[in-house]
């Protein structure tokens, strides 16, 4: 079993609908929970990342987790045509370096 | 606002080839990472190193070895390429205890034929 599962999609939604992506992981040690956004032959730039349960909201993303659940989402509002992307949930222990992805969800918002 | 540059964005290799990808951060970060991506299986980590001479095997660390002898370059090499290491490239760097913020460059899409 993969310590973080992420839905690959692809996911296709109209211009306007609000998406959710989400993911689950097993490693109760995990304290930071970060979203990329990956444009088609480029590399991921972060949107945003939360500590520990709670929610956080940036513009037209919010992002959510549920530490009890081991459940983590991306909320996009109005999304729009240039959200298409794949996005990636990344998790971190707070100790160390190392980062934890999810394989990506493929998003596609259409006119 | 170039921040992690990669040397190429696209190469192809022979099998049996050495290969070097090259890797340059201009935020004088600490840590810096190599991953490799492929459809189904996400981003995994290749090596990673935090500071100049050292570093540490990721998860999948066969076939590769890193140099990293200037802060700022992270270079990864594939001693013989085989077709089985075909894939999507990228870099990454971080600040010390700042692993919540990765910087990724523009990645490097390697064809071993």
């Known amino acids: 079993q993969k310590e973080v599962e992420q839905d690959p999609g692809p996911l296709s939604v109209p211009e306007g609908a609000i998406v959710s992506l989400n993911c689950t992981y097993s490693?109760?040690?995990?304290?930071?929970f970060m979203w990329y956004r990956q444009y088609s032959r480029k590399g991921p730039e972060l949107l945003m990342y939360?500590?520990?349960?709670g929610n956080k909201e940036d513009g037209r993303f919010t992002a959510q987790v549920d530490k009890s659940s081991k459940y983590i989402s991306l909320f996009i509002r109005d999304s729009q045509p240039s959200d298409s992307a794949t996005y990636l949930c990344?998790?971190?222990?707070?100790?160390?370096?190392?980062?934890?992805f999810g394989t990506g969800t493929q998003l596609k918002v259409e006119l | 606002d170039v921040k992690v540059t990669q040397s190429s964005r696209y190469l192809v290799k022979r099998t049996g080839e050495k290969v070097f990808l090259e890797c340059v951060q201009d935020?004088?970060?600490?840590?810096m990472f190599w991953y490799r991506q492929d459809p189904g299986l996400g981003l995994r980590l290749i090596y990673f190193?935090?500071?100049?001479?050292?570093?540490e095997k990721g998860d999948i660390p066969e076939g590769y070895s890193v140099s990293r002898e200037k802060k700022e370059r992270f270079s990864l090499i594939l001693e013989s390429a085989s077709t089985n290491q075909t894939s999507m490239y990228l870099c990454?760097?971080?600040?010390?205890?700042?692993?919540?913020?990765?910087?990724f460059g523009q990645g490097t899409r390697l064809t071993v034929v």
């Open positions: 190193s935090y500071d100049v001479k050292m570093k």
């Open positions: 990454a760097s971080t600040r010390q205890g700042m692993a919540t913020e990765a910087f």
């Open positions: 935020m004088d970060h600490e840590n």
């Open positions: 490693n109760s040690a995990f304290q930071y």
């Open positions: 990344a998790m971190w222990k707070g100790g160390g370096n190392k980062l934890t």
């Open positions: 939360t500590y520990s349960s």
